[in-house]
């Protein structure tokens, strides 16, 4: 007995000092940019990577844990890193949006992001954010809550993470240099993936990626789009999902058999392995529903349970439509945040800033272009102009001529946005314009899509911040009758949302995080085209309502 002492010693001592001192850490990565030779997935090349992986690393950390990323670049392509949904306060340099946020990272260079997780929990990305890197250089951020605060759910036994994602035979930079100079739309993607498998897709090889199960046990699945352009559709053979998290926010639980994601969303569901011991197949389809050119191969795994004879038959799904916009309408209407005592939704009845921002397609003159033209996008007829030194430099350092803070609040020439009768006249305007908000103001962006050349769907978001996605609708926003329909208790408060074909979106914040903060269309294409803007957040005058000094180590342009 007296030899087993100093044992119960220490672990008496290591359960007192646990809470003391195990609180928060700081958790160190390193990622080391680097290509990765393909010879098997679909065709042989090489592509830009994280540490070789693809999906890349996942990053761990738990609410209120610092996370220092050294991300080293031994590529030949400019890099930086975004770490798509984390707030980010008062530590905009560590954003990661090229140009917006930092100049890149280039060949030989090393960046330390530096950033502390607050008031967050669940699962969200990282990924590439300069050109059309984010194709491979992405994976899952996964938030652990506060150590010793539950899941407001039952506890899964087990945990997996489904990263979504799209796949191109060529060179992706390839892929948007060729439409940058043609001015024509970009080469559609060849397959998407699940967890880095194209499964079935023509020309790639059939394996795909398996989900192993037990029979009675419940797993958590972590499931990503990180896709450039494809909103993607997830479903499971004769097995419900439950959803209870999305863009790392709780929700009211809900049962689906599908799950709608866009690009940059994520979401969180239970999965219950209680269906007869077998194989069953998990599908990922895309979502459009306008007449446009996208990749509508699926992409499938498998759900193994253990115990399975090696003989026995994978059990299919049916899959939903590629146009199923009603399937979209469902699952969207069905995310209600948790707004528990634990876990308040806070959205704000009182409007400092009431913005209409008004999504357009448009078509621009270009000499060097296939056709003399170009395709471009723009918020309030603005094509936002990247600069060649970042915003937040030029905010922060107050440099002269990279922007002007006159963003339109609402759009220049008021039409029949979503009508058949469209304007005659294409053209847009270029700017490098900001809007500015003063601290701790309401925000209410109205998000209003039009049909102007082609309406579709477009998944939007806003960097450094959650939103409350507070009402949508089909049609033009009204602004006296729609507000009266707001849901102000309860709405779902994510990262990115997506825009209906023809439709609007208004979601509501409060700019309590100082900084520059990019807006954009999470369809890569259209970011390509101009469909982005950003907000200068001003510093408070308390504390800590300022942005922190840059980095030491931050990129030069
Ligand atoms: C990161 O790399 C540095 C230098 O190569 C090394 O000293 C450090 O241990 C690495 N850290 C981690 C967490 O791998
Ligand atoms: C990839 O292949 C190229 C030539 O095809 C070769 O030069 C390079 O060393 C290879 N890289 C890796 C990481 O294997
Ligand atoms: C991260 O930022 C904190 C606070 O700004 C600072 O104290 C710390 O030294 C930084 N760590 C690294 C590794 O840069
Ligand atoms: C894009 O597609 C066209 C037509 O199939 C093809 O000729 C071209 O090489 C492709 N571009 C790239 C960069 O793969
Ligand atoms: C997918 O698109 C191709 C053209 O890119 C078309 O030939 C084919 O019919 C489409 N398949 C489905 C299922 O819509
Ligand atoms: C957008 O701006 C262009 C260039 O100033 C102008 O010709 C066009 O009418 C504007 N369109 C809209 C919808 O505001
Ligand atoms: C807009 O910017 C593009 C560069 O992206 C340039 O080619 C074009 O000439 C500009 N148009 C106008 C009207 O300034
Ligand atoms: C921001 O404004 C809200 C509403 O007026 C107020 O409750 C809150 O204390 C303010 N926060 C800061 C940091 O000033
Ligand atoms: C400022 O922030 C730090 C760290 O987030 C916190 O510990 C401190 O209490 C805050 N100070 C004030 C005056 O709010």
Redesign the pocket.
């Known amino acids: 007995m007296n030899r087993m002492e100093p044992h119960f010693l220490a672990i008496f001592m290591i359960a007192l000092s646990f809470p003391l001192f195990v609180q928060s850490l700081v958790r160190h990565y390193n990622f080391s940019v680097v290509l990765k030779n393909e010879t098997k997935l679909c065709s042989t090349k090489s592509f830009v990577t994280v540490n070789g992986k693809f999906p890349g690393p996942t990053l761990y950390a738990r609410e209120d844990d610092t996370v220092i990323v050294r991300v080293t670049n031994h590529v030949k392509h400019e890099v930086t890193i975004h770490w798509h949904g984390i707030k980010q306060l008062r530590t905009c340099w560590s954003d990661g949006p090229a140009y917006v946020t930092q100049c890149p990272i280039k060949t030989g260079q090393s960046f330390v992001y530096n950033f502390t997780i607050t008031g967050q929990r669940g699962t969200l990305l990282w990924h590439a954010h300069i050109t059309w890197l984010r194709a491979t250089v992405h994976g899952a951020i996964v938030l652990l809550p506060k150590r010793g605060i539950p899941y407001p759910f039952p506890k899964p036994d087990k945990e997996k993470i489904i990263i979504l994602g799209e796949w191109w035979k060529s060179d992706v930079e390839a892929v948007v240099n060729q439409a940058t100079n043609s001015g024509l739309p970009p080469n559609i993607s060849d397959a998407h993936t699940i967890n880095g498998y194209p499964g079935p897709a023509p020309g790639c090889i059939s394996q795909g990626y398996t989900l192993h199960v037990e029979s009675g046990k419940t797993y958590l699945l972590r499931i990503i789009n990180a896709a450039l352009n494809d909103e993607l559709f997830f479903k499971i053979a004769d097995h419900k999902l439950t959803v209870v998290e999305a863009d790392a926010s709780y929700l009211k639980p809900f049962e689906t058999d599908t799950i709608f994601l866009s690009p940059g969303q994520t979401t969180n569901v239970l999965l219950t392995a209680n269906k007869l011991v077998g194989k069953y197949l998990i599908a990922t389809t895309p979502f459009m529903d306008a007449p446009i050119g996208f990749d509508n191969v699926s992409s499938t795994a498998t759900l193994h349970y253990k115990g399975t004879p090696s003989y026995t038959k994978t059990i299919l799904t049916s899959i939903p439509p590629l146009n199923a916009t009603p399937i979209t309408k469902t699952f969207t209407d069905s995310l209600r945040s948790i707004n528990s005592n634990t876990y308040p939704t806070k959205v704000?009845s009182?409007i400092d800033h009431s913005l209409l921002f008004a999504i357009t397609v448009g078509i621009n003159p270009c000499d060097t272009c296939t056709n003399g033209n170009k395709l471009v996008s723009a918020i309030n007829n603005i094509t936002f102009l990247m600069p060649t030194t970042s915003l937040l430099q030029a905010h922060y350092y107050n440099i002269k001529g990279i922007f002007t803070d006159d963003f339109p609040a609402n759009p220049p020439m008021v039409f029949d946005y979503t009508g058949t009768n469209q304007p005659d006249n294409l053209h847009t305007e270029n700017g490098t314009r900001v809007y500015r908000l003063n601290?701790?103001s309401?925000v209410q962006i109205v998000l209003q899509g039009t049909a102007m050349i082609a309406p579709e769907n477009h998944p939007f978001h806003l960097h450094g911040y959650n939103f409350f996605v507070v009402g949508q609708g089909l049609g033009n926003f009204d602004r006296e009758k729609d507000p009266l329909r707001f849901n102000l208790v309860d709405p779902v408060e994510r990262n990115t949302l997506s825009v209906p074909n023809n439709g609007w979106v208004a979601i509501r914040f409060?700019a309590?995080n100082p900084g520059v903060w990019f807006l954009h269309c999470h369809l890569e294409v259209h970011t390509t085209w101009g469909l982005k803007m950003a907000f200068i957040v001003d510093n408070?005058r308390?504390f800590?309502?300022s942005t922190l000094p840059p980095p030491k180590d931050l990129p030069k342009c």
Do not use: I
């Open positions: 704000s009182t601290f701790n309401s409060r309590d408070g308390g800590n309502e």
